[in-house]
């Protein structure tokens, strides 16, 4: 049974810092994303990491502050945030498929399996 399941979300004052976490269990992934949705908003792409290779993707308005990784051994997912502002107030989830997806696939919501959610508040 394929689950992922995030961690790590939380409070935090405006310029702060706070590191989500991805464990996915039942098989292997070869594309990881995070996506985020605030009150009254669409689902939005944040970042993705493609393997092989461990490209990585981000949403320009991360770009530089938010980082993705995954540890292959443990087959989880993180996602760094750095430099934290109040619009990066959402719920984030975590998405993940088997398939080496394509790049255009990646920022689009075409992921097989998610994530419950985590919230995320930045206070000004």
């Known amino acids: 049974q394929v689950q992922l399941v995030e961690s790590g979300g939380g409070l935090v004052q405006a310029g702060g810092s706070l590191k989500l976490s991805c464990g996915a269990s039942?098989?292997?992934?070869?594309?990881m994303g995070w996506f985020r949705q605030a009150p009254g908003k669409e689902r939005e792409f944040v970042a993705a990491?493609?393997?092989?290779?461990?490209?990585?993707y981000y949403a320009d308005s991360v770009k530089g502050r938010f980082t993705i990784s995954m540890d292959a051994a443990k087959n989880t997912a993180y996602l760094q945030m750095n430099s934290l502002k109040p619009e990066d107030s959402a719920v984030y989830y975590c998405?993940?498929?088997?398939?080496?997806?394509?790049?255009?696939?990646?920022?689009?919501?075409?992921?097989?399996?998610w994530g419950q959610g985590t919230q995320v508040t930045v206070a000004s």
């Open positions: 998405a993940a498929d088997a398939r080496r997806l394509i790049l255009s696939e990646i920022r689009t919501t075409h992921y097989n399996y």
């Open positions: 990491l493609r393997r092989p290779g461990s490209n990585t």
């Open positions: 039942g098989r292997t992934f070869n594309t």
